[in-house]
């Protein structure tokens, strides 16, 4: 009987080695596939698809701080000779205030005229450096100047007895004009924005030509607003979002 048993055991070992040798590969690769599957951590899955998608954030601000340095190291904010000039020669009639630029500085720019008028009344100018106004003319002026200028809007404030007087003007090409007139009880330096409940005056352009004319006329001589100071408006708004753009691209880096 153990002569029998050991033939036995010994044919039953041949035959599962021949029908190991004739299984599939693809069954033995499936099977080692599986086995090795079964062994990874779903941990070590999660873990390397976190580290995946911070080595691809990180390589994005990476690249964004690049190019916010590269913007930076291209542009210019120092004020040119010519405004430098014409803003000196300015201030011996206007104080010229500018808000510190950057998050919680300011874009207005206001000045004060040194002396009241004759009525007693003060003046002030009031305009953020990003109001420009769509120029009709601007596809022409691209086709002659590289950068051309664009209209300018500011209010000019004239308070007496707590009443102000606000004139919206538009500057361009060293003049300007007055496009609207309104009354308000408002603080000057809220002026830009005048309270949509009350009366906003007239639609300019539809008044009598001499009247327009008289606005007009009592904005360049008694209120000062002559050609130098209609270049420097529209030359100093230029400046100051040139320094507001310098000042935001070094703030969004910081974050970065």
């Keep these: 009987h153990c002569v ?12 599962i080695r021949l029908l190991r040798l004739r299984l ?3 069954s033995l690769l499936r099977s080692s596939t599986n086995v090795l599957t079964s062994k990874i951590s779903p ?22 701080s690049s190019i ?6 291209e542009e210019d904010s120092t004020m040119p000779i010519e405004l430098a000039e014409l803003k000196k020669y300015i201030e011996i009639e206007w104080h010229v205030v500018d808000g510190e ?8 720019v ?3 005229k040194r002396n009241p008028l004759p009525s007693g009344a003060k003046v002030a100018i009031l305009f953020h450096c990003q109001d420009e106004l ?18 300018i809007r500011f209010t000019v404030a004239v308070t007496k007895a707590g009443k102000t007087l606000a004139i919206m003007c538009m500057s361009h090409h060293g003049e300007s004009s007055v496009v609207g007139v ?55 708004a230029d400046f100051k979002e040139q320094t507001e753009y310098m000042t935001w691209l070094k703030t969004v880096q910081s974050i970065l």
């Design 110 to 112: 206001k000045l004060y």
């Design 182 to 236: 309104a009354m308000t009880e408002a603080e000057v330096e809220t002026i830009l924005n005048i309270d949509e409940k009350i009366y906003q005056g007239p639609v300019f352009s539809e008044l009598a030509t001499d009247l327009q004319d008289s606005f007009n006329d009592f904005l360049q001589t008694d209120c000062g607003v002559d050609g130098d100071l209609s270049a420097f408006i529209s030359m100093y």
């Design 134 to 151: 769509p120029d009709e003319d601007l596809d022409l002026q691209m086709e002659e100047e590289e950068e051309p200028s664009m209209p």
């Design 68 to 73: 916010l340095a590269r913007e930076a190291g």
């Design 43 to 64: 941990l070590a899955v999660g873990r390397s698809h976190v580290l995946g998608t911070q080595l691809r954030s990180f390589s994005a601000s990476e690249s964004l």
């Design 4 to 15: 029998a048993s050991t033939k036995f055991m010994s044919s039953m070992s041949r035959a």
């Design 24 to 26: 599939p590969t693809q």
């Design 101 to 108: 630029s950057g998050v919680g500085g300011s874009a207005i």
